[in-house]
């Protein structure tokens, strides 16, 4: 999340994908990671710095 810019490997990620991470990195206001395996399985990564931060991030989680 750095000024709104998908990151280099988001590019090489489907449309679908890049849209998405970019999405949820201006909801969170954080760097989001999406990591897609060939089967198209993956797992969305979304870092937190503190606890308070971590409850900020679930708090948004569970009002959605």
């Given at each position: 999340y750095k000024n709104n810019q998908v990151t280099k490997k988001s590019i090489d990620k489907p449309?679908?994908?890049s849209d998405a991470i970019t999405k949820l990195s201006e909801i969170f206001k954080t760097s989001v990671r999406v990591n897609v395996s060939r089967n198209n399985q993956g797992k969305i990564i979304i870092p937190f710095k503190s606890e308070a931060e971590f409850k900020k991030i679930?708090?948004?989680?569970?009002?959605?």
């Open positions: 449309k679908y994908i679930n708090k948004k989680l569970n009002d959605s």
